[in-house]
């Protein structure tokens, strides 16, 4: 089993690497061979994503969440879901390209560096602990995807704005559908922070017996939700505009990026389970 | 037999000349049953848009064939060709055969890669249907025009993007909001370009139209024709307000909306953008709207930009398109071919003797070797015997004409043939 899951390790990067590959060539070339085989390798991707960590739960006896290493392939997980999703909804694929990358971003750093925890906390079985963790990394995801697609609104708003009719115009669907993926996600990813956050208190309770902690990631985690609930209720109360929604939506993304990578790396151990 | 096509077309003749010589569909039906009762042609399509009148026929004498069709569209539209020799003009044999499917695939049009023409081929097709004038020859020609008119507009990109102005703002309509039908339009004034763009609007399914205008009754005329709410001018600011997708073309000679205006407009939207074309010159709009969240302003220098862009695009296209159109033509010449006696005589013997040999290996175990010869001998005689009266009214067929070629082409498709290709001799 380890080494099949060695093997899954090496692939699934690979995978969305050229998952990513294909979907540039739809984007930058309209490649009739990338437009059959990109739908069908990302479901296959996909799939395999699935089972290599339904194979890591059982063989190591816990959820892959006990590292940042661990919780990152499951983020790529969900984010290729998401898009997934998303694809068969609206049928336009040429928004692959942008969100592929980080999945294969995601991945590739997972692969690069998860290593086979020898022992983990006892916590990772808890059922509120699962709830917290895994409402986080959905909500991670729906933030993701609606960084990215509020960065591509962006890019796409200024270049119709000042009259440029090059390659986004031409191959990205409209600025509406944009806004409203941008939107749905943000909306989809807080509701999950929000679910994530409830669970987190009730467990630094329980744990730590006070609902509060001046943990840098638990900090930056509540000025992340802060900027979506205030960017989201205010395009619903006061109108604010898809731009805007757009903007708050990347710089919520950066501060959880933030909390994802720096804070959890290099300053805390307290969202660490090994 | 041959195919011949003589016509009139953009290329060759003024506007003035070819609405002279436009068919109606009464008309069409007239002159191809007159062609057919006459029998100079055997088969006869016309078709006729405002950009084309254009007679293919077909016929044992092309140059009789010719002067039929000259004398046949002076007589019926009282025009002159013989005083102008150069406004139409004269194919035969693979070059009509080559013209209609270039036709078909819009690399012929006024505006390269349009697509209307391929309904107006279809249309040209079932009116020859209808008069009976169309034969296995036409209905072959016909359904490779129609096939390269789909593979061009599947397999290349000669009919993408916008190559009006009206359309490049339908276009460029259809990339801010997701649903134009659901999408409230402000038409500015009733210039003709603005109520072209308006117009293009609608049949793009904008189903709220509503016409400012400073001549009221102009405004309410067309309303009534393009199904819109007429407004008094000095209501434009609520319409503004309103509306989604803003169309102005006034005669002003100064900017009717300023950007302060615009700006208290927008306090007025809740956030909601909207999309402005200012075709007029000079323009309606002050050009600093244009700096404005939730604005997205573009004037008639904006729209021709992406006009020419996508016509650059477009004639990038052309050698695929005409690819096409040589493949498909190619494809007619080998069909065509194969309707003679020889190549269906060559290929039924060919299918026949593969089932033959076939059937025999299949039972030689169950021979001696002595047997084998004979049996071999016995089955190929036994296929001659059945093949020989079959030959000799395939020979028959072919001097039978229209409905020999049609006897071949049946035999094609009840033994499941493959058609002779250019490689192939015979």
């Known amino acids: 089993m380890p080494g099949l899951l060695n093997a899954l390790n090496i692939i699934l990067p690979t995978l969305y690497a050229l998952l990513w590959a294909d979907y540039a060539l739809l984007f930058f070339r309209n490649d009739p061979f990338a437009e059959k085989t990109a739908p069908l390798l990302l479901r296959v991707t996909v799939g395999l994503h699935g089972l290599f960590l339904a194979l890591w739960t059982i063989w190591y006896h816990h959820f892959p969440i006990a590292s940042v290493f661990e919780a990152n392939s499951v983020l790529a997980f969900s984010v290729a879901t998401l898009y997934l999703l998303i694809e068969a909804r609206i049928g336009v694929r040429t928004t692959g390209f942008f969100i592929v990358g980080i999945v294969f971003a995601f991945q590739l750093v997972s692969s690069a560096f998860v290593e086979p925890p020898e022992t983990f906390s006892t916590l990772l079985w808890e059922p509120a602990f699962m709830l917290h963790v895994f409402s986080a990394l959905l909500g991670y995801s729906g933030l993701a995807v609606s960084a990215v697609y509020g960065l591509v609104y962006l890019m796409l708003f200024y270049d119709i704005k000042k009259h440029r009719f090059g390659l986004l115009y031409k191959q990205l669907p409209s600025l509406e559908i944009m806004a409203s993926f941008t939107y749905r996600s943000a909306s989809l990813g807080l509701l999950f922070l929000t679910v994530a956050m409830i669970g987190g208190f009730a467990l630094l309770m329980k744990v730590y017996g006070t609902y509060w902690s001046w943990d840098p990631k638990l900090m930056t985690t509540c000025i992340a939700w802060l900027i979506y609930s205030l960017g989201l209720g205010a395009s619903r109360v006061w109108g604010w505009s898809a731009k805007r929604v757009a903007f708050t939506s990347i710089a919520g993304f950066t501060v959880i990026l933030f909390s994802l990578v720096f804070v959890n790396l290099v300053l805390t151990r307290f969202h660490v389970f090994v | ?426």
């Open chain 2, 1 to 426: 037999m041959d195919l011949i096509v003589v016509g009139l077309n953009h290329r060759t003749a003024p506007i003035e000349v070819r609405e002279r010589v436009a068919f109606d569909e009464g008309e069409v039906h007239g002159v191809l049953s007159r062609a057919r009762s006459e029998k100079v042609l055997s088969e006869a399509i016309l078709l006729s848009t405002c950009n084309r009148t254009e007679f293919y026929g077909l016929s044992v004498d092309n140059g009789a064939a010719e002067m039929y069709i000259r004398g046949l569209i002076a007589a019926t539209k009282h025009v002159d060709l013989a005083a102008h020799p150069g406004y139409a003009f004269t194919l035969t044999k693979l070059e009509s055969v080559r013209h209609l499917l270039r036709v078909a695939a819009g690399l012929d049009s006024l505006i390269l890669g349009e697509s209307q023409i391929l309904g107006q081929v279809r249309r040209a097709h079932e009116l020859s249907l209808e008069s009976g004038a169309c034969g296995l020859m036409m209905n072959r020609l016909l359904h490779s025009a129609v096939v390269v008119g789909r593979r061009v507009r599947n397999e290349t990109a000669l009919g993408a993007g916008a190559v009006s102005v009206a359309s490049a703002s339908a276009e460029l309509a259809g990339k801010i909001f997701e649903d134009l039908s659901a999408r409230s339009v402000l038409l500015i004034g009733v210039g003709e370009m603005g109520t072209l763009t308006a117009r293009h609007m609608v049949e793009r399914g904008v189903k709220k139209l509503t016409i400012a205008n400073r001549t009221f009754s102009k405004a309410d005329e067309l309303a009534r024709e393009l199904g819109g709410t007429p407004l008094p001018l000095d209501r434009l600011e609520s319409a503004l307000a309103e509306a989604d997708i803003a169309i102005s073309s006034t005669g002003a000679t100064a900017p009717i909306v300023s950007r302060g205006l615009m700006q208290s407009i927008l306090g007025k939207r809740g956030g909601k953008p909207i999309f402005i074309i200012d075709i007029a010159v000079p323009r309606d709009f002050e050009a600093k709207i244009g700096e404005l969240d939730g604005v997205f302003l573009h004037d008639i220098d904006d729209m021709n930009l992406l006009v020419d862009r996508n016509l650059v695009k477009r004639r990038a296209e052309i050698p695929r398109a005409e690819t096409i159109v040589e493949q498909e033509v190619e494809a007619f010449v080998d069909w065509r071919a194969s309707l003679s006696a020889t190549p269906v005589i060559k290929k039924l013997r060919e299918r026949v003797e593969e089932l033959r040999a076939q059937e025999v290996e299949r039972h030689r175990k169950r021979f001696c070797g002595a047997d084998r010869e004979q049996v071999d001998l016995l089955t190929e005689s036994l296929v001659n015997k059945i093949l020989h009266p079959v030959m000799s009214r395939v020979r028959e067929w072919s001097d039978e004409g229209d409905l020999g070629a049609l006897r071949i082409d049946s035999l094609y498709e009840a033994f499941d043939l493959d058609r002779p290709g250019r490689g192939d001799e015979g």
